[in-house]
């Protein structure tokens, strides 16, 4: 179990490194909001009770409560966005990390247009983060039942 979780923390440092050129920062991330970039939310149902989520954004959970990647994400994730692959998405999860890496995977699938928020939803330390910056948050309700 200890090793299957290195892996996908080495996995995710790898993907975080190929994706940086599709970085977008807070200013980027809010302007493609208002314009109707659709945002899909890969953290997990606690935290999207915990912190809310921000509205009209999809949720699609990357990894199980063991903090292992789900064996349908990607198949979730294409479900949601759908075949095209010049459409448009932002991606976010709570710092970066996990939104960077699923940009590369999508990357890796032939979509275009994807884009890692790179700040999160609560910020990394060194970033505020898409709540602190007082962006729109809604509670998670429905999806988090």
Request: aromatic share 6%.
């Amino acid at each position: 179990m200890i090793k299957f979780g290195l892996k996908i923390i080495i996995i995710i440092l790898i993907y975080s490194h190929n994706s940086i050129a599709n970085d977008l920062n807070h200013q980027e991330s809010y302007k493609l909001y208002n314009s109707g970039l659709i945002i899909i939310d890969v953290r997990n149902k606690s935290e999207w009770q915990e912190t809310g989520i921000i509205p009209g954004s999809k949720l699609v959970q990357m990894l199980t409560p063991a903090m292992t990647l789900r064996n349908d994400f990607i198949d979730k994730l294409i479900d949601t966005i759908g075949n095209n692959k010049n459409v448009e998405v932002g991606i976010i999860c709570k710092s970066g990390g996990r939104s960077s890496a699923t940009v590369a995977m999508l990357k890796e699938k032939g979509y275009q247009n994807i884009y890692n928020i790179s700040e999160g939803v609560v910020g990394n330390g060194e970033n505020s983060g898409w709540i602190s910056r007082g962006y729109p948050i809604i509670e998670c309700e429905e999806q988090c039942n």
